[in-house]
């Protein structure tokens, strides 16, 4: 499949604010907590999705927020057009997939 793996260190950005939405991330080990402002609105941990819910918008949104790692962190993340990809090969699972997923935080600035 087409997920890359990454790590962050305690403190590491992983989205800024304004930034494109262009893949899904899934948490798998560690913590991150979601900033507007200063203002910590989540923390998110094993087993949590963020990113935007891809299958409700045509393009890409903005972020609405900062994510920034809290501990060490393994992510798998997605690219938006690659999960399409995926999902267009394979119905089945594309049907699946779609009544299953729970985005965790919707980061898509919808103002």
């Known amino acids: 499949m087409k997920f890359r793996t990454t790590h962050a260190p305690p403190g ?3 989205v800024h604010a304004g930034d494109v939405l262009t ?3 899934f ?6 907590e979601i900033l507007r ?3 910590v609105v989540a923390i998110l941990g094993k087993n949590d999705i963020f990113g935007e819910p891809i299958n409700l918008y045509a393009r890409p949104g903005k972020s609405n927020a900062d994510v920034r790692a809290l501990t ?3 992510l798998h993340k997605i690219q938006r057009e ?3 990809e995926v999902l267009e090969m394979y119905p089945e699972f594309s ?5 299953n997923l729970e985005i965790t935080f919707n980061l898509r600035d919808v103002s």
């Open 12 to 14: 590491d950005t992983l």
């Open 23 to 25: 893949a899904i991330y």
């Open 27 to 32: 948490i798998s080990r560690g913590s991150i």
């Open 37 to 39: 402002g200063d203002v």
């Open 72 to 74: 060490y962190c393994d």
């Open 82 to 84: 690659d999960l399409l």
């Open 95 to 99: 049907d699946h997939y779609w009544t």
